[in-house]
């Protein structure tokens, strides 16, 4: 997948008029007025959504409406791995045991 492109089928249009309607509820002209408040990706800030994201912001903006919270916040929001942790994951349970092992760590299986 390349950098910047969404991970699933877009968002319908019943979704997108829906989060529309609700954005302009919160006080919002567009998606990019939106985006610092609401934590938009540029991407997002143009228009372009897929259906979960859709529907964890469209979800997030009711609940909001309903007990007066932060909708951005109740948005959960994947985790970006840095290029280590990435390499890191990679690595077996045993390999890296073994190398902190050979760097003086103690290491104890859980």
Do not use: C, Y
């Not at 877009?10 to 008029?17: E, H, N």
């Not at 006080?27 to 609401?38: C, L, S, T, W």
């Not at 997002?44 to 469209?58: C, H, S």
Request: net charge negative.
């Amino acid at each position: 997948m390349a950098f910047g492109q969404p991970s699933g089928p877009p968002a319908s249009r019943s979704q997108m008029a829906e989060l529309v309607t609700l954005l302009e509820q919160a006080g919002h002209v567009d998606f990019r007025d939106a985006r610092g408040p609401m934590g938009f990706t540029q991407r997002q800030a143009n228009g372009k959504f897929t259906r979960d994201e859709a529907d964890a912001f469209i979800a997030a903006l009711q609940a909001a409406e309903v007990d007066g919270s932060d909708p951005a916040s109740e948005v959960e929001r994947p985790v970006r791995l840095s290029a280590e942790e990435q390499a890191l994951r990679r690595i077996s349970d045993e390999q890296l045991a073994a190398e902190l092992q050979r760097r003086g760590w103690i290491v104890v299986e859980p």
